[in-house]
């Protein structure tokens, strides 16, 4: 894919972005969490070893860890584990940033929502769509967000990709909160988390640039997509 280098936003500006959202959620996240089901420590160590076993060469891209949570957002949110991974093309000077965060209560996940935790640590909303993909054995549906900021006279901008994954739903993406709740209306599932993925690219994109990234990327994420959605024996 070729690479578009106009527009990124300058790493020292990218690393804090994913420490400051988790921070700026926390006011909205409650205190109260049920007692787990039996099981479901079992099943979150799966899931959080399947997302560590997330491969650092995808295609022709190569990764490396970014910044961690900050001690606080990990207190407070009490996600599983939180995935941030920049991937750089062969050759290329894009960088693609990758993001999986579980958490063992649904209801934190409206702290993680691009729409939540971007305006939120001063990036202001630019435009909202959705896309259409083939992935794990389904035509999957990712919310797209698209996002700026001005700094130092410059105006930086993102693109992000989004859905989530709960325990029981058949390897289905599901783009949206008001979607999500829905489908954890279930007391089962909602006690069993849920995973949330995020593709951005650190510039402005197209439909069908978002869409190549998606679908290059999404592969390398089946089997975290598998385990999440396989729930507790």
């Known amino acids: ?17 994913l420490s400051a959202a988790l921070l700026a959620a926390l006011a909205g996240v409650g205190t109260l969490r049920p007692s787990p089901p039996a099981g479901v420590q079992e099943y979150v160590t799966a899931v959080v070893h399947a997302i560590d076993d997330t491969p650092y060469r995808i295609n022709a891209w190569t990764g490396r860890d970014l910044n961690a949570p900050p001690t606080e957002a990990v207190d407070m949110l009490r996600p599983s584990r939180v995935l941030h991974r920049g991937y750089r093309n062969d050759g290329g000077r894009d960088e693609i940033r990758m993001v999986i965060v579980h958490c063992p209560d649904v209801r934190d996940m409206a702290g993680h929502h691009p729409p939540n ?29 698209r996002f700026e900021r001005r700094e130092a006279g410059t105006t930086h901008r993102i693109t992000v990709a989004s859905g989530f994954v709960v325990p029981g739903y058949d390897g289905a993406v599901i783009p949206g909160m008001d979607k999500l709740r829905a489908v954890s209306e279930n007391r089962r599932r909602t006690k069993l988390g849920a995973a949330q993925l995020q593709i951005i690219i650190d510039r402005a994109a197209g439909q069908d640039e978002i869409r190549e990234v998606v679908e290059t990327f999404l592969p390398a994420l089946e089997p975290v997509v598998d385990r999440v959605t396989e729930g507790a024996e």
Not at 1 to 17: D, G, Q, T, Y
Request: glycine content about 6%; hydrophobic content about 35%.
């Open 117 to 145: 935790c971007y305006p939120a640590t001063g990036w202001t909303t630019s435009g909202a769509s959705e896309i259409e993909v083939n992935a794990f054995g389904h035509d999957q549906t990712f919310a797209v967000h």
């Open 1 to 17: 894919m070729a690479s578009r280098p106009n527009n990124r936003v300058p790493h020292r500006l990218a690393a804090p972005v």
